[in-house]
Each structure stands twice: as structure tokens, then as C-alpha cells.
């Protein structure tokens, strides 16, 4: 059985105050995707925030925290401000499906 590897870490002297949180900047542990071990993210509430199992990543100075989930290949970029959303990237088609359908009738 392997363990997984994680793929990041949140730093603790790197966070910022965000509507009464702390929020801490992630670093990659490891290679995966584009995002070399090293590069910077933005910025996580908890590890749970985002996964450590696939190729999704938070760039930039965008904010996930709450229940917020980033997971599959998804990615959130620089001005944004996630919470108490979780999504995949199968949840995401089926949304975009469901949107395309409701354009379509109008």
C-alpha cells in the first residue's frame, strides 16, 4: 500500500488576515502538472482546502478557505475568494452542461 506523497505545504510565517482568518501561503512540495516543487500558491484556510491527490492548485493571491474544496485539475487563479463552495471537475461539467442546456432554450 502507498502513501501518498503530499504535495504541498502550508507556511506559517508566510499568511495574511482575511475577514477575520488566518490564511497561510502554500508551497509545492513536489513536482505534478505545471507547478514544480518550490513554485509559491496563494493562499489556503487548511490543508483541506485544497488536494493532495491530483493536479488541481491555487495560484497567485487567490483565497480558498472554509469548506471550500479544490480537487481533479481544477484551479483557482489570483483575485479569487473561495468559501463554503466544494466542487470537482465532474461537478463543474455537469453544471456547465446543465448552464449550456438553459441558454439554449432561451
Known amino acids: 500500500m502507498s502513501t501518498?506523497?503530499?504535495?504541498?505545504?502550508?507556511?506559517?510565517?508566510?499568511?495574511?488576515?482575511?475577514?477575520?482568518?488566518?490564511?497561510?501561503?502554500?508551497?509545492?512540495?513536489?513536482?505534478?502538472?505545471?507547478?514544480?516543487?518550490?513554485?509559491?500558491?496563494?493562499?489556503?484556510g487548511k490543508e483541506g482546502n485544497l488536494s493532495h491527490s491530483d493536479n488541481a492548485w491555487v495560484t497567485g493571491d487567490a483565497k480558498v478557505f472554509d469548506e471550500a474544496e479544490v480537487s481533479g485539475n481544477a484551479g483557482v487563479s489570483d483575485a479569487a475568494d473561495e468559501a463554503e463552495q466544494t466542487f470537482t471537475v465532474d461537478e463543474f461539467r455537469e453544471t456547465l452542461f446543465a448552464m449550456q442546456k438553459i441558454l439554449k432554450e432561451i
Open 4 to 44: 501518498l506523497q503530499k504535495k504541498y505545504e502550508l507556511l506559517p510565517n508566510d499568511t495574511i488576515e482575511h475577514d477575520g482568518r488566518t490564511l497561510y501561503r502554500i508551497r509545492a512540495l513536489r513536482d505534478f502538472d505545471t507547478v514544480k516543487a518550490g513554485d509559491l500558491g496563494g493562499y489556503l
